[in-house]
C-alpha cells in the first residue's frame, strides 16, 4: 500500500525523492517523511497527513543538501497516523533510517529481544524493530547490503524495506518479499521505487526485483542478491508511457482525466488482437493450445473492483466457451478449501499485479496443481511474473483510488480470454469471434458518445448530495455493473450505498424502500434476453410504487422504461454481454460529481490505498 521512494546520484535527494512521493501519494496519505545522507550524516523529517504537511515542514525547516536519500508515503497499519508513527524510522544513534511497505508478523517477538538488549523504540509500529536490528548487524559487517540480507532472514510476513546509514553515504539498499519494489536505472544515478511513476521523469529503463531478493543501489551501479548473498538474475525492461500520463493534464482530478482516457485504454487492450490469418491472437498468453482443451473448470479470484469484472467475465466464459466458471472473493478463496486441480485454470484480476490477498490465492492454486492466467494493468508486477500466463490491459498508469479505466479494460480481457477459449475449444466459430471482435471495437466510440452526454449526471448527482442512501438494481450482466456503482459511491461519497440483484428485490431488500430514496436500475437490452428486460420493468413498478426515485440507464431506443424513470440516462445500443462497458461510465461520472459536491478527496478518499499490499 505505501509508496516508497530510493534515490542515489547527483541531483538533490531531497527534490528527487519528494516529487516521486508526490506521484505515489495514492499509495498511502495517512503520513510522509525523507531522509537524507548530507555531511556525514543522517537527516530526516516527517508528518502526519498528507504529502502537503510534510512539504510545510520542510519549508520552515530545509534538510541539508545531500545526493542520496529515501521517503515514504504512508497507509497505516500498525500504529495510528501520528509523526511518531510515520516513516523513516530510525535506530537510537540516528545513523540508520528506513522505510517500509507491508507488515512483520513476528515484530512483537522481535521487539521484546530489542528491548532485552537495551535498545528505546518509540512508535507503535513494526517497521521501527528492522531500524534497530540494522543498526546491530551494521555494526559488525560493516556492509548495509549484507545487513540488511541478515535482518530479512529473521522477519516473518511480507515486506518491502528500503534503508540507507550515514556510515555508507552513497548507497540505498532494498528488499523485497510480497511487495512491490522495482528499480530505475539512470545515467549517473539509481531509483528505487514501489511504483516506476515514481521514477519515470527520469527514467524509463527499469528492472523487476524478484522475491526474497536484496538490492544495493549507487550512483554508477545496481547490484542484486538473494537473501543469501548469492548473485541473481533481473530482468530489464522499458516503460511504453511517459511522465505525462502520470500527470492531471489539466483535470482537476485524476479520476476525471481516467474516465476521459476510457475510450483509448479500450481501444489500446483491444489493438493488434487479430492476426494476419484473421485469428485471434493474444501473444502474451504463452499458454499452450493443448492445456487449454484439457480445461474444465474455471475460477476467477479478484477483490473489489477487479471481482465485479470477474462476475462480469463469468456470463462471457459460460455463454462462449461452455466451460464451467466459479467467481471467487481472493481473500476468501483459499480458506474455504477449494476443490482445484491440474484442468482447474484459474484467471487472477489485479490493476496493480500487487493485491496480496490475489497473490496469495494464485499461489495456493498453483500448489494445487492449477494453471494461473493473470489479467493485469502493469507490467514486471508480482502476479504476472508469478502466474504460467499473463493478459495486459494496456490501460497505462491509473493513479485515482477508485479504479474507472482499470475495470474496463480487465473486462474488455476478460472477453478476450473467453473468445480465445471459444477459439481453441472449438465452441466459436471464426466469423463468430470476428463478429464480437468487430463489435468490441466500436465500444470506445460509444463510451465517448456517453461521456458526451454526462452533464445531466452531473446535475442529477449534485441535487442528491444531501441524500444518505443511494440503491443499485441490476439484472444479467447488469448485477455485476449495479454492484460496482455502488462501490463507487461507498469509496467516494462515503454514502450507504448497496447493489442487488433486482430478482432479489422482493426476498428481502424491498424492505429497504421508501419515499424519494434514489434507485438506480441498470436495464438490459430488450433486445436478445426480452424476458430479463421485463422483469426488471416490473421491478422499476414495484419500487416506484413504494415512493422510490427511479434513475434508469437504458439503452437508445427502450421506450417501455419512461414512463417509470424520474430520471432517465441514455447509453448507446450494445450487445447484451457487451453492455456493460457502456453502462458503468455514468455510475463512474455519478459518483465522483457526488463526491465532489459533498466536498470530498476524489482521488484519495479516506482510509483507502490503490494497491492493496496486504492481507
Known amino acids: 500500500m505505501c ?41 530526516a523529517a516527517k508528518k502526519a497527513g498528507k504529502l502537503a504537511n510534510l512539504e510545510e515542514l520542510l519549508e520552515g525547516q530545509p534538510l541539508p543538501a545531500g545526493s542520496t536519500g529515501i521517503g515514504h508515503t504512508r497507509w497505516a497499519t500498525h500504529g495510528g497516523p501520528t509523526d511518531l508513527n510515520a516513516h523513516p524510522h530510525l535506530d537510537n544513534a540516528g545513523r540508520v533510517a528506513v522505510v517500509h511497505n507491508g507488515i512483520i508478523e513476528n515484530f512483537a517477538a522481535l521487539r521484546a529481544e530489542l528491548a532485552e538488549r537495551g535498545h528505546a523504540l518509540e512508535s507503535e509500529t513494526d517497521t521501527e524493530v528492522v531500524a534497530h536490528l540494522l543498526a546491530e548487524q551494521f555494526s559488525s559487517s560493516a556492509d548495509l547490503a549484507e545487513a540488511m540480507r541478515q535482518v530479512c532472514r529473521r522477519l516473518d510476513g511480507a515486506f518491502t524495506l528500503v534503508a540507507v546509514h550515514a556510515d555508507e553515504p552513497d548507497v540505498v539498499v532494498g528488499a523485497r518479499r510480497n511487495s512491490p519494489l522495482v528499480v530505475g536505472v539512470g545515467q549517473g544515478e539509481n531509483f528505487l521505487a514501489s511504483d516506476v511513476a515514481a521514477f519515470i521523469a527520469y527514467t524509463r529503463e527499469a528492472i523487476e526485483l524478484g522475491q526474497d531478493q536484496v538490492v544495493e543501489l549507487r550512483r554508477d551501479t545496481v547490484t542484486v542478491t538473494d537473501f543469501e548473498g548469492k548473485p541473481a538474475e533481473v530482468r530489464p525492461y522499458h516503460v511504453d508511457w511517459d511522465v505525462s500520463a ?80 466459479e467467481v471467487e472473493l481472493a481473500s476468501e478463496f483459499r480458506y474455504r478449501d477449494p476443490i482445484l486441480d491440474q484442468r482447474t485454470l484459474v484467471v487472477a484480476i489485479s490493476q496493480s499485479g500487487e493485491t496480496m490477498d490475489t497473490l496469495m490465492a494464485l499461489r495456493h492454486a498453483r500448489e494445487q496443481g492449477s494453471k494461473v492466467l493473470a489479467i493485469c494493468n502493469t507490467n514486471g508486477s508480482t502476479i504476472p511474473r508469478e502466474s504460467d500466463a499473463v493478459l495486459y490491459t494496456h490501460a497505462g ?219
Open 246 to 325: 502520470a500527470e492531471k493534464g489539466g483535470y482537476d482530478y485524476f479520476m476525471l482525466k481516467e474516465i476521459a482516457e476510457q475510450p483509448k485504454a479500450v481501444a489500446d487492450t483491444l489493438l493488434g488482437r487479430i492476426g494476419t490469418d484473421g485469428r485471434l491472437t493474444l501473444d502474451e498468453l504463452r499458454m499452450p493450445d493443448r492445456l487449454l482443451r484439457e480445461i474444465d473448470k474455471i475460477v476467477i479470484v479478484a477483490c473489489g473492483t477487479a471481482f465485479h469484472a470477474g462476475m462480469i467475465a463469468k456470463y462471457a466464459i459460460e455463454h462462449w466457451t461452455r466451460v464451467p466458471c
Open 397 to 615: 498508469p491509473e493513479v485515482a483510488v477508485a479504479s474507472t479505466k482499470a475495470f474496463l479494460t480487465q473486462v474488455v480481457a476478460c472477453y478476450l480470454v473467453a473468445l480465445y477459449l471459444g477459439q481453441v475449444r472449438g465452441t466459436k466459430w471464426g466469423d463468430e469471434i470476428t463478429g464480437v471482435i468487430r463489435e468490441l471495437s466500436e465500444i470506445s466510440t460509444q463510451v465517448e458518445q456517453v461521456l458526451e452526454t454526462m452533464e445531466p449526471v452531473r446535475e442529477l448527482a449534485r441535487s442528491l448530495k444531501d441524500k444518505n442512501t443511494v440503491l443499485f438494481l441490476g439484472r444479467h450482466v447488469g448485477y455485476p455493473v449495479a454492484l460496482e456503482g455502488a462501490l463507487k459511491l461507498k469509496e467516494l461519497a462515503y454514502m450507504h450505498a448497496e447493489g442487488f440483484a433486482a430478482g432479489e428485490l422482493k426476498h428481502g431488500p424491498i424492505a429497504l424502500i421508501e419515499k424519494d430514496l434514489p434507485v438506480v436500475v441498470v436495464v438490459p437490452s430488450p433486445r436478445g434476453r426480452s424476458v430479463l428486460h421485463d422483469k426488471i420493468v416490473s421491478n422499476i413498478q414495484e419500487i416506484r410504487a413504494r415512493g422510490a426515485r427511479t434513475i434508469v440507464i437504458a439503452e437508445e431506443g427502450d421506450e417501455a422504461v419512461v414512463p417509470y424513470a424520474d430520471h432517465l440516462i441514455r447509453i448507446p445500443r450494445t450487445p447484451v454481454l457487451l453492455q456493460p462497458l457502456v453502462a458503468t461510465v455514468p455510475l463512474q461520472v455519478f459518483a465522483c460529481e457526488l463526491a465532489t459536491a459533498r466536498g470530498n478527496e476524489v482521488d484519495q478518499p479516506r482510509n483507502l490505498a490503490k494497491s492493496v499490499t496486504v492481507e
Open 3 to 43: 509508496g516508497i521512494v530510493g534515490y542515489a546520484g547527483g541531483r538533490s535527494a531531497l527534490d528527487v525523492v519528494v516529487a516521486g512521493l508526490r506521484r505515489l501519494e495514492y499509495r498511502g496519505y495517512d503520513s510522509a517523511g525523507i531522509a537524507v545522507l548530507a555531511d556525514g550524516g543522517l537527516a
